[in-house]
């Protein structure tokens, strides 16, 4: 590995997609002059991707509230009063309505989330008939409902599941003080089962719980030390939610958001970073910095799961005024490592 004469960070001429990042190297990365690291990360994307075209997914949550699990992070959880009820899974036509909006709205990929620790099979049952009913529609498909065993992973792959998407979160460290219910490796068992069962992964994390600098470079580490790069990496700012346990936590320093996005991108070249929950409370230059830094990938619509995200025009203003486009789904079928189940845009 070479390196810079002033720096301890790796170089960027390293050809390859690396999966045996050291702590100390992320560290580095993060230690960078802001412009130095801003530069390596745009260089390290324009190696990969056109840098004005951003991928769109649409989030639907199809069933709100009531979760079992702890997380300290989330408005949904059974153990806080944060005001979101539990609702049940939401009927077919009411999904498959949103999902069309959110095609005709641009959205190339649409996300179900669900409030679950683990689906019952049963409910796996009627999350992979609205897969395949979404798919029909011509859109890309992912879904979040918890952990999931392999069989289950088969079968919402059989449905034609493109993306599952199972956030790490942070380091494992911390992640045992922000949930008490699971553990990291319950997270990783999940991750495996959605590989092995050939689907892509979204995984990611949430800055701004009151992590440590170590720990958003363990979070990277983990992601980008996996056998296969996520194919999405969604990095979330936390929205604090009034009841939960984080509703106080620090705000994030904005430029240490675009440094984690742009670690991100160095470390997982080919993958598309998401710049996602979060950016409500984020100005338009803040975010043309994490799209100059290296992400690539947005949620799209006014409502995430639960709580707000920008309005559509705001979005729509924000890609004029910075000449960005949404990628199209063929065009993401040229860059994806696997397009079987990608249909023409
Ligand atoms: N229950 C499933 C799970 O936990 O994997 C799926 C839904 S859960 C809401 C999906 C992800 O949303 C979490 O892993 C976390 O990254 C993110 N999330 C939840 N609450 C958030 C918040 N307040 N701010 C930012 N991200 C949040
Ligand atoms: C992800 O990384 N962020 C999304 C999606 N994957 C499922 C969820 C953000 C949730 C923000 C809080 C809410 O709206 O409830
Ligand atoms: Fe439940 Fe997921 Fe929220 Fe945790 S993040 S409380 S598992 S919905």
Request: aromatic letters at 6%; proline letters at 5%.
């Amino acid at each position: 590995m070479l390196f810079n004469a002033d720096s301890d960070a790796p170089a960027i001429d390293a050809p390859e997609v690396r999966h045996d990042w050291t702590l100390d190297e992320i560290l580095a990365l993060f230690r960078l002059p802001f412009i130095d690291l801003i530069h390596r990360a745009q260089t390290v994307h324009r190696a990969h991707f056109d840098p004005n075209a951003v991928q769109i997914s649409t989030l639907l949550s199809i069933k709100t509230g009531g979760c079992p699990e702890d997380c300290g992070y989330c408005p949904q959880s059974a153990h806080y009063k944060t005001g979101v009820t539990s609702q049940k899974l939401m009927d077919r036509d009411e999904v498959l309505a949103e999902a069309k909006r959110a095609r005709d709205a641009g959205a190339s990929r649409f996300c179900m989330g669900a409030a679950w620790r683990s689906p019952r099979d049963a409910d796996v049952e009627k999350v992979a008939d609205l897969v395949a009913a979404v798919k029909e529609l011509g859109l890309e498909t992912c879904a979040t409902l918890g952990m999931l065993t392999r069989p289950q992973a088969d079968r919402l792959r059989a449905a034609g599941l493109d993306f599952y998407n199972h956030n790490l979160d942070t380091s494992a460290e911390f992640y045992r003080q922000v949930i008490g219910t699971r553990t990291i490796d319950d997270r990783l068992e999940t991750l495996g089962h959605v590989r092995e069962a050939g689907m892509h992964v979204c995984c990611g994390g949430i800055l701004g719980m009151g992590e440590s600098l170590e720990d958003r470079a363990e979070l990277l580490r983990t992601l980008a030390n996996l056998a296969e790069h996520p194919e999405s990496v969604p990095i979330n700012q936390l929205v604090r939610v009034e009841g939960t346990p984080l509703a106080g936590a620090e705000a994030v320093d904005p430029f240490d958001f675009v440094r984690t996005i742009a670690v991100a991108r160095i470390l997982m070249p080919r993958s598309f970073v998401r710049l996602s929950a979060g950016r409500e409370s984020m100005s338009d230059e803040q975010q043309a910095l994490c799209f100059l830094a290296g992400a690539n990938s947005i949620f799209y619509g006014e409502k995430l799961l639960t709580t707000p995200n920008p309005a559509t025009h705001a979005d729509r203003r924000l890609f004029e005024r910075l000449g960005l486009r949404p990628l199209t789904l063929a065009e993401h079928e040229a860059e994806s490592c696997d397009s079987r189940s990608l249909l023409d845009a």
